[in-house]
């Protein structure tokens, strides 16, 4: 502690804080405009808005930036320091557009009006910069800029982004994106986080903007809520203003400390689409998969119902196949994109309304592989560590995943930790904006995870680079790996896997000699036939180095939707109850039959893709899906598409007639996240309060009351009126959430579990001590080699992957209902490397034709030079182009995932028609 007086008082400051920080915890007011006291941001000292003055120095200090020594004494409210800093709000006031700069409610204005200055004695600088509106979201406005530096630091240190930089020179010096281009024309991904630190208005939402390009209104109510995106789980804060969202804001949460991406800050229009369905529907003329094509063409399909004759008739039919052909001819596939008393009610719903364990969600085209390795070789299927434990690592391992686009602030504190030092190593067969920062960039053949990571483990061990100790006390089956691994040396994997041994070797050796290590992964390592081989590769080489349990450690499956991580929580799984317990195991099964007054079925249910196949056999005939789009997720889908059609009853609940929803009997209008209470669990274990911001738009009911209404003509006596009431009893069914409680989630907004007592936060970091198996130890699990599911040969020469573009959500059912989502990313495209589009005589923008054994697709090629020749990518978003068409359904026979990211496909040009 460092002791010194305060305008006379003594106070105490700690290692590293600022006069101006000291002086605001002692609640003394000092101006700011440069300095923003958020996480991440860097004191600059550039603005002077917070001079004060010291005894025994001549010329007045930047408090935010100095810091106190033993003894000094430090006046804020000098006259000269009161008078200076007045003067430099006044010199900067001669050029703002207004009083209070563009954005009377941000640290200029508010600063303006608390020093009562309304105009300024000095002459305007002449040449006011002209307004850029070049991009859809975000308004330019520099002749509000004062020069603080906040957006540019907001771009480069916060979020990592570089794009902003001051660009000229002396007078001329202004805020640029890349070089002197448009903002719209730039390499800007649009997270806003320069909005919400300009401190003047210069940068602003356009969705706040009145016609003079001010901020028309002082900053409407917020509610605090959770982004309901990806499954990072960024607290947001929704400003509502006359029944619709106005402006989106990050709030200080555990997971992004107020950062946001794109899709988090501008993406909630489709709240308010004119798709939006605000009636129940119900069928009238006959199911076409065709309608899938169309939602306009499958609305003619349907009438309008109300409620009370929608609802009988969704649960009639549900009723009425249980009751003629048994609970196994239902099936339900619950929501990640609710909250987990939905999820929790859901499958209550299902287990004891159908009666059958036919229940999933999807997971099973997800992390599926994952978490069967996890539960295999570790007991417990969630992350051992938060990805904020990057910032304790020394080396990082992302594989398998591009957090950039798809969990990008997640990526935002991996970069932090780059840029701090930490080593960053990437493993992907395509490139992505995280190379950049990393010190290794493992480009390697797609579909050959096993072969390159068990040429590691071949490393570790034979080099004898494994942590011996920890491998002695903490693992089992360490014999087998061994033996296992012998021959796989990177010199006999190389040819298979396309990385030089030398790199395997150096890779690996990084790995384990760090002293912190964790490893981030995806669905590169999951969505494959032997994703759960991938999976098990990964834990193996982190119980071998012994990086597990211990800060700036662990293995961290980065969890894709809002609420996966709940939903799978919640019992959304088909083989086990709410807490991952079997459907075989006894005691369980009694636990829950004594809490829910129900007899439950021992046998597991069917996952998604084999419900899609039984029915197609017509085995299942009665399904009920809440928020989940199959009839486009689903691969090989016009086989899910035939089978869908073939149900003899579908109730779907969802926001719009999604191509699933096309196939449905009963459509059943339901809330969407910002307008609902209730938690959601991300990818950290992070439980979080999320509230509605929103009334329901007319006609709609919540997703929970709708469950309760089918739950009562099934047959259960619910009464819920609201997620509170459901908190307790799912807690009761989920002993991981012990010492978590509506209440508390209430007053805190996010509490992690495990949580071992009422008023401690929960455990981040877990499996330091010991492994929630029998023997407490983990198991190492070996994987040999496999070729994928099916290889390119002369009639589909190349590889097929899907996956995700930053803009866009899954099937695009929200965020190609978000304006400027879908104004940035509007059409479908293929990726391909230049030179193999060039090879095969194609240029960008070029319209192709993508066959594979299962169907076709058309749509505009692009050059993207992060692929490597003979891979093609194509995001599965788009209905007009359904990538899903083209993949191939073959499952991983441990977490009956499907291979999305591989199989063999032709590409040619569509003949242009004369
Ligand atoms: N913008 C956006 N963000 C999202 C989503 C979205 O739809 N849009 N969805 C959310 C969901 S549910 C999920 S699960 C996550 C998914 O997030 P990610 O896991 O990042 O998903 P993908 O982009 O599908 O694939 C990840 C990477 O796998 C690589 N890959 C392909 N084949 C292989 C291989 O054989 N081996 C390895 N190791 N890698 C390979 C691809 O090149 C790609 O870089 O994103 C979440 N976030
Ligand atoms: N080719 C290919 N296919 C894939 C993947 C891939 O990488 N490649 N990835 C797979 C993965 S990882 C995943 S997670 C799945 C995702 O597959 P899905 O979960 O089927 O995809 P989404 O588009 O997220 O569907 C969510 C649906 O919920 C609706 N919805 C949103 N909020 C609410 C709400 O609050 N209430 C209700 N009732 N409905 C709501 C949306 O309108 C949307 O229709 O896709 C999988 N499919
Ligand atoms: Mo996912």
Not at 343 to 349: D, E, S, T
């Amino acid at each position: 502690m460092i002791r010194f007086t305060l305008d006379g008082r003594e106070v105490a400051a700690a290692p590293g804080e600022s006069l101006w920080e000291v002086a605001t915890r002692e609640g003394t007011e000092i101006p700011h405009l440069c300095h923003r006291p958020r996480p991440g941001y860097r004191p600059d000292g550039n603005c002077r808005a917070c001079l004060v003055e010291i005894e025994g120095e001549r010329v007045l200090a930047a408090s935010c930036i100095r810091q106190p020594r033993e003894g000094m004494a430090v006046r804020t409210a000098t006259e000269r320091a009161e008078r200076a800093r007045r003067m430099v709000f006044e010199l900067l006031l001669a050029d703002q557009p207004g009083a209070a700069g563009r954005d009377a409610s941000a640290g200029f204005g508010q600063w303006t009006q608390r020093l009562g200055l309304s105009g300024s004695r000095f002459a305007p600088e002449p040449h006011a910069p002209a307004p850029d509106m070049s991009h859809p979201a975000m308004a330019v406005q520099l002749d509000a800029c004062i020069q603080c530096g906040l957006c540019e630091r907001a771009c480069r240190e916060v979020q990592h982004n570089d794009v902003i930089g001051l660009a000229r020179r002396g007078m001329e010096v202004a805020v640029s994106f890349d070089l002197l281009d448009p903002m719209g024309a730039s390499s800007c991904v649009a997270c806003g986080e320069c909005v919400q630190a300009c401190p003047t208005g210069a940068l602003l939402p356009k969705s706040v903007l009145d016609g003079a390009g001010h901020r028309a209104a002082a900053p409407a109510t917020e509610i605090a809520s959770v982004c309901p995106y990806c499954g990072v789980g960024c607290q947001v804060g929704f400003r509502v203003r006359d029944g619709a969202i106005e402006e989106v804001v990050g709030r200080d949460g555990p997971s992004n400390q107020g950062r946001l991406c794109v899709k988090g800050r501008f993406g909630f229009d489709y709240l308010a689409h004119p798709d939006r369905l605000t009636r129940p529907l119900v069928r009238i003329s006959p199911k076409d998969p065709a309608d899938c094509l169309d939602p306009r063409l499958a609305r003619t399909k349907f009438r309008e119902a109300d409620w009370e004759e929608a609802l009988a008739l969704a649960a009639g039919g549900l009723a009425r196949i249980r009751d003629r052909s048994g609970p196994n001819a239902l099936a339900g596939f619950g929501s990640a994109k609710g909250s987990n008393e939905e999820a929790y009610l859901f499958q209550k719903l299902v287990r004891t309304g159908f009666g059958t364990n036919n229940i999933d969600h999807c997971t099973r085209l997800c992390h599926a592989a994952s978490v069967a390795a996890l539960l295999e070789g570790i007991g417990s299927g969630a992350v051992t560590a938060p990805f904020m434990a990057a910032a304790e690592a020394e080396v990082i391992v992302v594989i398998g995943a591009r957090p950039t686009e798809n969990h990008p602030v997640a990526a935002t504190f991996l970069k932090e930790a780059a840029a701090r030092g930490a080593a960053l190593v990437t493993l992907d067969p395509r490139g992505s904006a995280l190379d950049r920062h990393a010190q290794e960039v493992v480009r390697f053949a797609p579909g050959r995870d096993v072969p390159m990571l068990n040429a590691m483990l071949h490393t570790v061990i034979e080099e004898g680079l494994y942590d011996r100790q920890y491998v002695a006390a903490h693992t089992e089956d360490f014999a087998a790996l061994r033996e296992h691994v012998a021959a796989l040396t990177p010199e006999a994997m190389a040819p298979l896997c396309g990385v030089p041994a030398e790199q395997l070797r150096r890779v690996a050796r990084l790995f384990a000699r760090a002293r912190t290590a964790m490893i981030l992964w995806g669905m590169g390592i999951s969505q494959s036939t032997h994703g759960t081989d991938n999976t098990r590769c990964l834990i193996a080489l982190a119980l071998l180095c012994g990086q597990v349990g211990r800060p700036g450690t662990g293995l961290h499956p980065l969890r894709g939707q809002n609420n996966v991580q709940g939903a799978s929580d919640a019992g959304l799984i088909p083989m086990m109850f709410p807490d991952y317990r079997h459907t075989d195991d006894d005691a369980a099964r009694a636990h829950l039959e004594d809490l829910w007054g129900a007899r439950l079925d021992p046998t597991p249910g069917l996952t998604v893709v084999e419900i899609m196949q039984a029915m197609e056999r017509g085995e299942i005939a009665g399904m009920y899906i809440m928020g989940e789009n199959p009839a486009m997720s689903d691969p090989d889908v016009a086989h899910a598409r035939a089978a869908l059609t073939k149900l003899e009853h579908l109730v779907v609940q969802d926001l719009f007639l999604t191509e699933t929803a096309a196939l449905a009997d009963v459509v059943l209008p339901a809330s969407a996240w910002p307008e609902k209470d209730g938690t959601v669990t991300n990818t950290n274990r992070q439980v979080q309060m999320g509230r509605a911001a929103l009334p329901l738009p007319e006609g709609v009911r919540q997703d929970l009351d709708i469950i309760v209404e089918m739950a009562n003509r099934l047959g259960l006596p619910w009464d819920y009126a609201h997620p509170r009431e459901v908190f307790p009893e799912m807690a009761a069914a989920t002993p991981s959430l012990a010492n978590i409680t509506w209440d508390r989630l209430e007053r805190e907004g996010s509490v992690t579990y495990p949580c071992h007592s009422p008023d401690r936060p929960g455990e981040a970091i877990v499996f330091g001590d010991r492994f929630p198996t029998a023997s407490g130890r983990a198991r190492f699990v070996t994987a040999g080699l496999r070729d994928p599911d099916e290889m390119p040969d002369e009639r589909y020469p190349l590889v097929l992957t899907t996956g995700r573009q930053l803009e866009h959500w899954h099937t695009g059912s929200m965020t190609r209902r978000a304006g400027m989502l879908d104004a940035l990313e509007p059409e479908p495209t293929a990726s391909l490397a230049p030179a193999e589009l060039a090879r095969r005589g194609l240029a960008p923008g070029q319209r192709l034709r993508l066959e594979t054994r299962r169907g076709a697709i058309e749509l505009a090629a692009r050059a993207d030079p992060a692929l490597p020749e003979g891979l093609v990518f194509v995001p599965f978003a788009y209905r007009e182009a359904a990538a899903n068409l083209l993949t191939n359904p073959q499952l991983d026979p441990f977490g009956k995932i499907p291979e999305f990211k591989y199989c063999a496909v032709r590409v040619e040009a569509v003949p242009t028609r004369t």
